[in-house]
Each structure stands twice: as structure tokens, then as C-alpha cells.
């Protein structure tokens, strides 16, 4: 029996440390799954999808099975230079993650704003292997933003078109 190797004996109903982080992983990337509101998309080193869940379908009228084995760069319309890629993938590696603003398309053509939070994954020795990324869309923020610098810029050309004087005045 030297030599030979057993697992370690715990006690019934015990759990180990690492089966408790296993769990919640697991349980965290069920969340991400299910999740209708926001896109999560893993990928591999390559940046073909590994994982697209509901928000992603959602998001982008592509769904899972249409997405899994594909250049996320195709499943999303992402509109970004080779050069561009690199130099994001470089920043991504470099400081461990990048939110950016960007706008993608849906399957249908349809520009959608997106708040984009991509993180490099990393085996034992550091290295990536692959990249996870949350996105967001903000399309209805970005709508409101330009409505209200329109609006804005009206109020400023009415005011700047009164040729008499204008004064304001408070009651005292």
C-alpha cells in the first residue's frame, strides 16, 4: 500500500474548500446564462464563442446556436479593424480588462449603443485563454443624450437669434 495514492477521507456531509468555489462558479455562470438583460459572451483565445446566453440572443436577434463556433466578431457585426482588434486585445491582456463604448448591430442590420466590459481568462500559469465579456445596451441612453444636446442647441440658437436686449431679473 506504499506508494499508493487515496484520496483524502472527509466526513459525510462535508465540503471541501475547493468544491465550495466549484459551486459557486458554477452557480455564477447559471446566472450569467439565464441573465435576459445583459449579453455575456465567452470566447476563446481565437475569439471563437464558447458561451452566448439569453441576453446575447436577446440583444442581438442571434441565437446560441447560430453563435457557438463562431468568430464573436461575425456573431456581433462588430465593426473593428484588424489593427483596432489588436491594439484592444493588447490593452485587454496588458491591464486585465477594457469597457469601451461601441456600436454593434443586431442579425437584422439594426445599430444597437453598447457598454462592452471584457475580461482576458488565464489558465494556472497566467496565460489568456480567452476573454468573457459583459455587454450592455445603451441605445436608449445614448438616444436621450442626443435629444437633450438637441434641445440645448435650439435653446441656444433662439436665444442667440434676439436681436433686442434681454434681461432677467429676480423680484428684487
Known sequence: M???HRPPRHPPGHITEERRR???RVAY???LEENRYDAFIATDERLVVQAWNKGAEAMYGVTADEALGRDAREAVSLAMSDEELVEALRK???IGRLRVEQVQ???DGTPIHVD???IATRDE???PTGYMAINRDITDRVRAEE???ESNRRIENILESITEAFVAVDRQ
Open 125 to 127: 500559469r497566467g496565460e
Open 105 to 107: 448591430h443586431r442579425k
Open 22 to 24: 466549484i459551486e459557486e
Open 2 to 4: 506504499s506508494g499508493e
Open 29 to 31: 455562470y447559471a446566472y
Open 147 to 149: 435629444e437633450l444636446r
Open 92 to 94: 485587454i491582456e496588458e
Open 116 to 118: 462592452s466590459l471584457t
